[in-house]
């Protein structure tokens, strides 16, 4: 049995123009170069995107998981001579409900930040194209694959859990 060569003899054709893709060969160094474009084209529009689903959802959630952990450690009364079983039972019990909080607060943060990676991924590929670009349609296409995205998201966070 044989099989084709491998590369194959001709690579696919690559356009040396094309904003997003290094043709073969290139180098870090032209990688690097369209990157850098990439950022200089479109960092008006990620950035009031990151802000809205990333930056102003944390900046909540993480102020209302501090107030809820200040509020609820002051109910129960550990000493230097409480035994650490006993100390940490009763740390757990007294922030078992701020823990439930960060967990809902964990899935709607990813909720959040899945928006804002399939809104983002629109509004590079639409400079890239040379179209034009907004927020709003950004945030409807963004929402529109927010399903796939979110899945892709388990999947990697469930890696870097196993990883960890």
Do not use: K
């Amino acid at each position: 049995m044989s099989y084709p060569p491998w590369p194959p003899p001709f690579p696919a054709p690559a356009d040396p123009n094309d904003p997003l893709v290094t043709p073969p060969g290139a180098g870090v160094g032209a990688w690097w170069a369209r990157l850098l474009a990439t950022l200089r084209g479109t960092w008006r529009q990620l950035l009031p995107l990151a802000l809205l689903c990333v930056g102003v959802p944390t900046a909540l959630f993480n102020g209302l998981t501090q107030v809820l952990i200040v509020s609820a450690m002051p109910a129960s009364e550990v000493t230097p001579d409480t035994p650490p079983g006993e100390a940490f039972a009763a740390l757990f019990e007294d922030l078992a409900p701020v823990l439930g909080v960060a967990l809902i607060g964990s899935i709607v943060l990813t909720v959040f930040t899945a928006l804002a990676w399939g809104a983002g991924v629109w509004v590079i590929a639409r400079w890239a194209a040379a179209q034009p670009v907004a927020l709003g349609p950004a945030l409807a296409y963004g929402l529109r694959r927010l399903p796939r995205v979110l899945g892709w998201s388990l999947v990697v966070t469930l890696m870097v859990l196993v990883g960890f």
